[in-house]
């Protein structure tokens, strides 16, 4: 997932001189506003409680904040001091390797990096978001712990700096992070082409340009078959659908019911901003395939649940159609950081932390 924890930023006409810097706090303050619950879940008229089972593999993993489902099996960003991903079978609860080897060489990675599949055409995507890089990974092999890096592609610019990207065709690519707009289109070399579409706007909220982009963080999920688009912010209930028509967004439907609630500790050398105690934490992983977007949902803060990583976890899927249609919303009896989605199979697995990290199976 995009989510910058700290962030320094030394403008060109003062790096001589002295560091002006934007750090994202994610220890939240006292706040005098009242907690209320978003309004988000009652849009969905279906609901269906899932009762989790967790699946016992031979070998244990470290510390894994992320999955995704290849060809049935489920690869976990899980680094050690070595490799990156742990690759698992859940059917056979098997522990079957781990590839992505950390480093700086020809087929390594920089830290930290953010992971995705295109399951069309079975592409594996690492963004390096230190140095702005992605990588297309051939993963269509069965012999998936020897995969090779196909293409690599800079996204460093000079208006902004690229959080994350995602593939939507073969000559274009989606980003976000720090720009004038809150989504950032390039060509299929990573040049910019333009940014586009404002960032959230509610009354009583005055958020710079240069803090919206941390205040409103989102984590991205595509249909290149269909071009469309899904967004979820991290810190509140905002959920945004696009259609791609030649290289512009269409929006298709929005939604968002709780004002955000940030602090704003800036001084004349630093800006500071982070979410109060009691801001309703938004989504937290968003999957998909060709027909539904998968969100998982927190809807927590760090008042109601004492720390930011108890506020970082949540008991909700909620799915839509790729127009942003409300189907179903999945309430889970775990609680958990991320999953994968099997639609065949109609299985999710989620990553749980209880408090050692273990894989939960969920049949839907």
């Known amino acids: 997932m995009f989510a910058l924890e700290k962030i320094i930023v030394i403008p060109k006409k003062i790096r001589m001189k002295k560091v002006c810097c934007i750090v994202f706090a994610i220890i939240g303050l006292y706040s005098c506003k009242t907690e ?34 290849v060809d049935s099996l489920l690869l976990l960003k899980d680094r050690d001091s070595e490799y990156l991903i742990s690759i698992l079978d859940p059917k056979g609860e098997r522990f079957l390797g781990r590839l992505c080897k950390i480093g700086k060489g020809p087929e ?17 995507s690492i963004y390096e978001r230190s140095i702005q890089r992605l990588s297309h990974l051939d993963i269509s092999s069965k012999e998936i712990n020897n995969i090779h890096i196909q293409k690599r592609i800079s996204f460093a610019n000079d208006l902004g700096y690229t959080g994350f990207v995602r593939k939507l065709s073969d000559s274009l690519y989606i980003g ?31 958020i710079s340009d240069e803090l919206s982009y941390i205040a409103y963080q989102n984590i991205l999920e595509v249909n290149t078959s269909n071009r469309r688009v899904a967004a979820a912010s991290i810190y509140c209930d905002n959920i945004e659908f696009f259609k ?5 967004l269409i929006l298709t439907k929005r939604y968002g019911f709780l004002k955000p609630d940030f602090v704003d500790e800036s001084n004349n050398s630093h800006r500071v901003l982070h979410p109060s105690d009691t801001n309703i934490m938004g989504f937290l992983d968003i999957k998909s395939d060709e027909n539904f ?38 309430s889970l009896n775990k609680e958990i950081i991320a999953f994968a989605v099997d639609s065949e199979k109609r299985i999710f697995y989620g990553i749980s932390h209880t408090p050692e990290p273990v894989i939960i199976k969920f049949e839907f």
């Open 176 to 206: 976000v992070g720090r720009f004038s707009k809150r989504y950032a289109l390039f060509d299929k070399n990573g040049e910019l082409l333009k940014t586009t579409q404002d960032y959230p706007s509610y009354d009583g909220i005055n």
């Open 108 to 124: 390594e990675f920089n830290l930290p990096v953010e992971i995705s599949v295109n399951n069309i055409n079975q592409t594996l």
């Open 244 to 248: 791609l028509e030649e290289e512009n």
């Open 36 to 69: 209320e619950p978003s309004k988000l879940s009652e849009v969905f008229k279906l609901e269906k409680k899932l009762v989790g089972e967790a699946l016992n593999f031979e070998k244990t993993f470290g510390n894994p904040n992320q999955v995704i489902l």
């Open 293 to 330: 977007v998968y969100c998982l949902y927190s809807g927590r803060s760090i008042k109601g649940f004492e720390t930011m990583a108890r506020a970082r976890k949540g008991e909700d899927i909620f799915v839509f159609d790729w127009k942003g249609n409300p189907i179903t919303r999945y």
